[in-house]
């Protein structure tokens, strides 16, 4: 079971308090080990855990009086016998332990000492200070983050379940828009206030039960309540009137309860409902997590997966670490054992500044301040050393780094005011562990300093008013995901300004442009989390090569992975990480995420080298009519048998990769007279010109003037077939040979009279490396393109004999294909289930593509496309 860390303090007081000053003899040992481990969500069981036997040599026996294999093994004495000589004995009891059991901490005992063994360090401390001491048993938790990170999101899910409740409630009675955000943002401080030792437990709750059970009072009562929180002490002793009950409320300013809202009238259901929520123990939930899920509390459509519009921890800490975590982790080790240079990183740390110009619930920021608290608490711990009992005044004077560091940018108000009060809600949090560290309760109230969170569009407003750019430090965020194709016309207005008459970027590479524009001239360091399209196909090159000649570039980027949380039904976007700035570092980074001189790989009309021309199949643009499935074809034909002769498979991506069956009327060469012998073709032709007359683009009403064709009419005796679309999962794309009998459509790339040399090179590893690189992507899937791929590929010189050798092994390919009939291409190119005989065949093409190209055997991937790179380079030049 995962205990919190309040949780586990608050036992460890109760602990202390029940054996300090006991009479404890050996006898006890099994209950105080017990109520011990309880602290740490760990249940004894006796037979298993206690006076684990040991067997020692020559028949010998011994006896550890609790293990927990793996973890821990103690030792219990009466008080005041020699833990020394206990410690001795037990070490050598456990190395006769088997591996697997040989725990990572011993611990001796005498009911008032401890003494552990950790980390190869003896530490020593009073049963009576255990609580200061808990961060030396995390070990004990099984999966302590993921735990801890699981408890997290199931109260974050439960209390954003209960905020559901409370926002229908308050809406039902008519309190919405503005009003009902800020009164829940406020309700939700209040609830986490009373659950985190910042007002007194229970007083929000009894506040509230101390109403009309009709509700009839309630909404004055709170709307006293809100206005006292908003009144400083020294206003205060002005009313002398107060009633007591509102002196249990601390003043909060930082403008939370600034705004006079209007009343929300109670019923007795809504005020049910909130003392449902009050009873519930919001001191668990991540202010990450929840604001997320807040912010869905509004919106009905979000509400069926409560959970699954929220950003995991874990991919924000992809982004900060390496942004600037890391960096700071590692200077704190090289300067913590030297108190001058140590201030000077804690001043360091707390002068930095931090914006998210699409901050939403401020997730990213709220994950950063933590993650930089927690590095200053381990600032404090080398500063304070043993003296862990301080002063409020002393404690204050450590404590530099705060929320007023943090900014962020927000396009709609709600989640402005979430972000705002979670990031409070972190900074109490964050004082709480330091409220254990020094051994006194710590809350940096009333709220001077606070989060400056900008309601706005980031794209049109100026961010040197949020934040000079000569203060900041890092700029980070996940802005919105929202390809080229699904912009509103106000967001293509937003873009237009950094790519004008493009109508190709996506929505995410503004906040690219506007934050290079910004950093210039800075020392600013950026990252981004984006969908993976900014790298692939022709947006690299539109996107990078006008940032990297102002003197941009990459620091880091971490490739493709699914963007998502551990909520059920989650939908995860294919996303990657870059990090920028306007400091070069080695070895140099491309726009392609690997090391080597910059290339841009654009968009190119004709193939680079001597090669046939690629082009796309034929779209029928016919609504369907001119298109019959496999379960129609049979009666089709007993109906319209003269259309034998004018029907041909057709081909796309699905049907090519999965040996669909499928059919088309291709009736290019049937002339007028039979055409009016068929009256079922007749109707469909018509269909088609009904269709295309009925379209608002102008070229498809042209195309009504004959609508017994495809838009296209290509029909070659052989050509290479390539999907336009193939799954990331396959080492290769399904290349093949179709001929005149097959009709492709526009999903597939088709290259008349294309040679078995051709379909060799395309289908080797070296190709497949390449459009792994520069092509585009569907989701995470391989986007096929002629005008970035194929027409951009460096082919090799090559001599006849080297040509015949290719030829001859890629028609061993074929030849092994040929050998499963049945089976699809899905299946052989599968790597799971990819026939032996056609994976050997592909080895050899494989093999001898890469010495057709001067490639080593032994070249990883990056290796071989950085070598093409430069061939293109050298094509480019000339």
């Not at 498809?700 to 029909?715: C, D, H, S, V």
Request: a neutral charge; aromatic letters at 12%; hydrophobic letters at 40%.
């Amino acid at each position: 079971m995962y205990l919190s860390i309040m949780q586990k303090t608050s036992l460890a007081i109760a602990f202390s308090k029940k054996w300090e000053y006991a009479n404890n003899e050996k006898r006890e040992s099994q209950k105080f080990l017990s109520d011990f481990l309880d602290i740490f969500g760990i249940t004894l069981v006796p037979a298993e855990h206690f006076e684990y036997q040991v067997h020692k040599n020559a028949g010998e026996r011994g006896y550890i009086d609790c293990l927990i294999g793996g973890k821990i093994a103690i030792e219990m004495k009466s008080r005041g016998e020699n833990l020394e000589k206990a410690f001795e004995q037990l070490k050598e009891y456990v190395q006769w332990l088997p591996e697997n059991l040989i725990p990572q901490i011993l611990m001796v005992c005498d009911f008032e000492t401890i003494i552990l063994d950790f980390d190869k360090k003896k530490i020593k401390f009073k049963t009576k200070d255990l609580r200061k001491h808990l961060d030396l048993f995390n070990s004990l938790s099984e999966n302590t983050k993921d735990l801890h990170l699981q408890a997290q999101t199931e109260a974050s899910v439960k209390a954003a379940e209960k905020m559901v409740k409370l926002h229908d409630a308050l809406k039902a009675c008519g309190y919405e828009g503005h009003n009902l955000e800020v009164y829940l943002v406020r309700l939700l401080f209040c609830l986490f206030a009373e659950d985190t030792e910042i007002f007194p437990k229970y007083s929000f709750l009894e506040y509230v039960e101390n109403s009309q059970k009709d509700g009839s009072d309630l909404s004055p009562k709170i709307a006293r309540l809100f206005e006292i929180l908003n009144i400083s002490n020294n206003m205060r002793e002005k009313k002398a009137n107060l009633p007591p009950e509102l002196l249990n409320f601390q003043y909060i300013n930082g403008g939370l309860f600034a705004e006079t809202l209007p009343f929300a009238d109670f019923t007795e259901k809504m005020r049910s409902t909130l003392i449902e929520c009050a009873k519930f123990d919001w001191s668990c939930i991540s202010p990450a997590i929840f604001g997320a899920m807040f912010q869905g509390v509004m919106d009905k459509e979000h509400r069926r997966e409560i959970g699954a519009h929220y950003t995991s921890e874990e991919n924000i800490l992809k982004l900060i670490n390496p942004l600037f975590m890391d960096s700071l982790r590692d200077e704190f080790q090289r300067v913590k054992n030297s108190p001058k240079k140590l201030d000077e990183f804690h001043n360091k740390i707390a002068a930095f500044k931090f914006l998210d110009p699409a901050c939403g619930c401020g997730n990213f920021l709220i994950i950063a301040y933590r993650e930089l608290r927690k590095l200053e608490l381990e600032v404090l711990k080398k500063k304070i050393g043993k003296n862990t009992q301080l002063t409020l005044d002393i404690m204050w004077s450590l404590l530099r780094v705060n929320v007023g560091q943090f900014y962020g940018i927000e396009y709609e108000e709600f989640p402005c005011q979430i972000a705002k009060v979670g990031m409070w809600l972190t900074d109490h949090q964050m004082n709480l562990e330091v409220s254990d560290l020094f051994g006194c309760y710590y809350a940096r109230l009333s709220l001077t300093q606070s989060a400056t969170i900008e309601h706005g569009n980031a794209l049109r407003i100026d961010w040197e008013n949020v934040v000079p750019k000569r203060e900041l430090s890092f700029i980070f965020g996940n802005p919105p995901f929202v390809g080229n194709n699904n912009l509103s016309a106000s967001q293509r207005d937003d873009l237009a300004p950094f790519f004008p008459n493009n109508k190709t970027m996506d929505y995410v590479t503004a906040w690219y442009a506007k934050a290079v524009n910004y950093m210039f001239n800075s020392s600013i360091k950026c990252a981004f989390v984006s969908t993976n399209s900014i790298l692939q196909g022709e947006q690299v090159a539109l996107l990078w090569k006008p940032l990297f000649e102002k003197g941009i570039y990459i620091n880091f980027g971490i490739p493709t992975f699914k963007w998502s949380n551990e909520a059920k039904g989650k939908a995860a976007v294919h996303c990657v990480i870059i990090g920028f700035s306007y400091q070069k570092t080695t070895p140099n980074i491309t726009p392609y995420l690997f090391e080597g001189d910059t290339v841009f790989i654009e968009s190119r009309s004709k193939p680079l080298c001597d090669i046939p021309k690629i082009q796309k199949g034929n779209q029928p643009t016919d609504g369907g009519n001119l298109i019959i499935e496999a379960s129609e074809i049979d009666d089709f034909l007993k109906q319209e048998s003269l259309a034998k002769n004018y029907i041909k498979r057709l081909v796309g991506a699905q049907e090519y990769i999965n040996n669909l069956k499928r059919y088309c009327l291709w009736l290019v060469n049937c002339s007028p007279t039979e055409l009016r012998k068929m009256p079922l073709v007749m109707e469909r032709v018509n269909r088609v010109r009904e269709m295309r007359l009925a379209s608002t683009d102008k070229g498809t009403q042209r195309l009504a003037g004959t609508p017994t064709l495809f838009k296209e009419t290509y029909n070659p005796e052989t050509f290479v077939i390539i999907p336009s679309v193939s799954s990331e999962k396959r080492e290769y794309i399904p290349i093949g040979f179709m001929d005149k009998d097959t009709i492709a459509t526009n999903l597939v790339l088709i290259i008349p009279n294309a040679t078995l040399y051709h379909f060799g090179i395309l289908t080797s590893n070296v190709h497949n490396a390449w459009m792994r690189t520069v092509c585009g992507r569907l989701k995470s899937d391989y986007r096929y393109s002629k005008d970035i791929v194929y027409n951009n590929f460096p082919w090799a010189i090559t001599t006849k004999e080297q040509q015949t050798e290719i030829e001859k092994l890629a028609q061993n390919i074929l030849n092994a294909r040929a050998k499963f009939p049945e089976s699809s291409l899905a299946d052989l190119y599968d790597p799971l289930t990819m026939p032996p005989e056609l994976l050997k065949a592909r080895r050899a093409l494989d093999s001898a593509a890469m010495k057709l190209y001067g490639f080593k055997k032994d070249m990883v991937e990056a290796e071989i496309v950085a070598e093409l790179m430069e061939r293109y380079q050298r094509l480019v030049r000339g």
